[in-house]
């Protein structure tokens, strides 16, 4: 017959609650709640020329789990032709929210805001220099390597990540000219390496 002490622990595992009087230790795995990402295939896309680096912060949640991350970022596109301007060049920074849903997929929103350059509009000739504003909103999967809940997760306080992913950006106050009809909203995927720590 089992006793009373050993039927306790075999609750506990399968309820996974402590008991009173048992040793409940908590971890000691670090956490990874801060990351910096770097996006890999805008930058050498004809007519886009992006480069984009993020940081980000865990503010609710656990790593490798249900959580919130805080975006924050630069948006960088110098001096790359273009179907409405002959070159444009835009400085942004980048605030927004990550949340993940189930284990690496999550959905985010960003906004940008910055200063926009277009030389020689393919419609009137003229330059534009204006603020301007993007809206982004993507889903994606991380994959992680040696950061909680990813591939060899070993307790390493330092770990990796790869994540595409799919959605678009629209502008919310663009001037480069006139458009000629041509939309200002994009379909975009973007494959973001990162290390998390």
Do not use: C
Not at 43 to 60: K, Y
Not at 119 to 141: F, I, M, R, W
Not at 185 to 193: D, E, I, M
């Amino acid at each position: 017959m089992l006793s009373a002490t050993t039927l306790t622990l075999l609750l506990t595992a399968f309820a996974g609650q402590p008991t009173e009087g048992l040793d409940a230790r908590p971890s000691t795995a670090p956490t990874h709640r801060w990351a910096v990402e770097v996006e890999l295939i805008q930058p050498f896309l004809p007519e886009v020329g992006i480069i984009s680096i993020r940081g980000s912060r865990t503010l609710w949640g656990e790593s490798g789990g249900v959580r919130g991350d805080l975006l924050l970022g630069a948006f960088i596109r110098p001096n790359v032709k273009h179907d409405v301007v002959e070159t444009i060049d835009e400085y942004l920074l980048a605030v927004g929210y990550r949340q993940y849903i189930w284990r690496g997929l999550h959905a985010e929103v960003a906004l940008l805001g910055g200063w926009v350059w277009g030389q020689n509009n393919k419609l009137d000739g003229e330059d534009y220099s204006n603020p301007t504003l993007l809206g982004e909103a993507l889903v994606g999967y991380r994959f992680g390597f040696w950061e909680p809940g990813g591939f060899y997760a070993d307790g390493s306080t330092t770990g990796v990540y790869v994540s595409p992913q799919f959605g678009v950006i629209q502008g919310l106050v663009t001037d480069i000219g006139p458009r000629g009809g041509k939309s200002d909203t994009f379909l975009q995927a973007k494959l973001l390496v990162g290390v998390s720590f």
